[in-house]
């Protein structure tokens, strides 16, 4: 079974930055849509940002000012760059396909914002 494993993840004062990272393994990864989602405390999982094969980003509308996602092929990897980080953007973050389903779901990366 495919899976991801993200990493990246930190404590960073509010106005801080951070580069997150998601390794997939198999040989879909090129062929289909990645995404980042994430899940505050006590909130439910929600989309953050997806990139498709190649193509436009697509963002969610609290995060498109500061977020920007890309990709790697070749590394079978998709990054999340995180500018102006704020204190509501503490969460666990994920990867997935976008829609999310084709791989298992990873342990995520732990990103705490201080106010």
């Known amino acids: 079974q495919v899976q991801v494993v993200e990493s990246g993840g930190g404590f960073v004062q509010s106005g801080g930055s951070l580069r997150l990272s998601c390794s997939a393994s198999?040989?879909?990864?090129?062929?289909?849509?990645m995404g980042w989602y994430r899940q505050a405390p006590g909130k439910q999982r929600e989309f953050v940002a997806s990139?498709?094969?190649?193509?436009?980003?697509n963002y969610a509308d609290s995060t498109k000012s500061r977020f920007t996602i890309s990709r790697d092929n070749a590394k079978n990897t998709v990054y999340l760059q995180i500018n102006s980080l704020k204190p509501e953007d503490t969460a666990v973050y994920y990867c997935?396909?976008?829609?999310?389903?084709?791989?298992?779901w990873g342990k995520g990366t732990l990103v705490t914002v201080s106010s």
């Open positions: 997935n396909s976008r829609p999310y389903g084709l791989y298992s």
């Open positions: 198999g040989s879909i990864f090129s062929h289909n849509a």
């Open positions: 990139i498709p094969p190649g193509g436009i980003e």
